[in-house]
């Protein structure tokens, strides 16, 4: 039992993020729900026009894949930075927040629109934002980890192997930014291509 209590007080902080991201997805599958009829509108034609340029071949690959990259490592290099901080872990909080939330919404979106054809779409449209979701959740935890013992090194005087630990955060940093690279590359190549089989 003691074991068990020690393990989790040292994932404490992931069991955390692990909820919020919960709670988040579940209130983004929720807010369609209350969208406005003008508002549930603007949604479905969003998505109307986004299937229609897939299944007529319109798609700019290579535009929305500078856009898909662009955002992914500016949002992991913001979370990366934050880290350094110390203050902004109620920013990386944030950040993880909105990207499960806007998970959820996507999710719900496809279902209200599209009905059970919406099931198999989101199942296979969500699969980027799922792994970048993932990958935010693993940088989000050491960026907290990696303020929270920065403030501790500062100013409690705690000592730590710092060449380690900034070693470690770095490579966190680049394993983030390729599995960010090959998500945003699976969204614009691969996820277009097997949705065409559904629309």
């Known amino acids: 039992m003691k074991k068990i209590i020690a393990k989790f007080k040292t994932k404490r902080l992931l069991v955390v993020l692990?909820?919020?991201?919960?709670?988040?997805?579940?209130?983004?599958?929720?807010?369609?729900?209350?969208?406005?009829?003008v508002?549930?509108?603007?949604?479905?034609?969003?998505?109307?026009?986004?299937?229609?340029?897939?299944?007529?071949?319109?798609?700019n690959y290579v535009g929305a894949l500078i856009s898909s990259l662009s955002n992914n490592i500016i949002i992991d290099l913001f979370i990366w930075l934050l880290g350094i901080s110390i203050i902004g872990i109620p920013i990386i909080i944030f950040v993880l927040i909105f990207r499960s939330f806007l998970l959820g919404f996507s999710f719900s979106s496809l279902l209200m629109s599209y009905g059970f054809k919406g099931i198999i779409l989101s199942l296979i449209y969500i699969i980027p934002a799922a792994i970048n979701l993932f990958f935010s959740l693993i940088l989000c935890?050491?960026?907290?980890?990696?303020?929270?013992?920065?403030?501790?090194?500062?100013?409690r005087k705690k000592d730590y192997s710092r060449r380690v630990i900034v070693t470690r955060y770095i490579k966190i940093f680049l394993v983030c930014?390729?599995?960010?690279?090959?998500?945003?590359?699976?969204?614009?190549?691969?996820?277009?291509?097997?949705?065409?089989?559904?629309?």
């Open 141 to 155: 935890y050491y960026a907290i980890s990696f303020s929270i013992m920065l403030f501790n090194y500062l100013f």
């Open 39 to 59: 508002n549930k509108k603007l949604v479905q034609s969003s998505l109307d026009n986004f299937f229609l340029s897939i299944s007529k071949g319109r798609l």
């Open 18 to 37: 692990f909820l919020i991201i919960i709670i988040s997805f579940l209130l983004g599958i929720l807010f369609p729900a209350v969208l406005s009829d």
């Open 177 to 199: 930014s390729l599995c960010f690279v090959v998500s945003s590359l699976i969204e614009v190549f691969v996820i277009p291509n097997i949705l065409k089989f559904f629309i």
